[in-house]
């Protein structure tokens, strides 16, 4: 499984991001799919996964009302639509897959694969 995380940037306060990740190397429909962040100093924190078949979604309370995950089944592809973004969301994103995984699993030791990470700043 290879999974490459990108669109992060640099944002304001209240502002959108949507990074993404394109998973290859094999059929992702027993996959929970998930992203994870992790700020300076700070350990990786769970922000939201999704299973592959079916679409059901899970998220951290933090993000909750805020965020989005998706996928896209033809083009292999997560998303994490960000809106309503604060300071306190700057960190490092990494996409993860957990195969026959269930979307509440937030601790990241169960994932075992897992995208380079995509850097979000957002300034105050």
């Known amino acids: 499984v290879q999974l490459q995380a990108s669109g992060g940037g640099l944002v304001q306060a209240g502002g959108s991001l949507r990074p993404s990740c394109a998973a290859s190397?094999?059929?992702?429909?027993?996959?929970?799919m998930a992203w994870f962040r992790q700020a300076p100093g700070k350990e990786r924190e769970f922000v939201a996964a999704i299973r592959w078949a079916g679409g059901s979604t899970y998220y951290a309370d933090s993000v909750k009302g805020r965020f989005t995950i998706s996928r896209d089944n033809a083009k292999n592809m997560v998303y994490l639509q960000m809106n309503s973004l604060k300071p306190e969301d700057t960190a490092v994103y990494y996409c993860?897959?957990?195969?026959?995984?269930?979307?509440?699993?937030?601790?990241?030791?169960?994932?075992?694969?897992w995208g380079q990470g995509t850097k979000v700043t957002v300034s105050s």
């Open positions: 190397g094999r059929t992702f429909i027993t996959y929970t």
């Open positions: 993860a897959a957990d195969q026959f995984g269930s979307i509440r699993n937030e601790n990241p030791d169960e994932y075992n694969a």
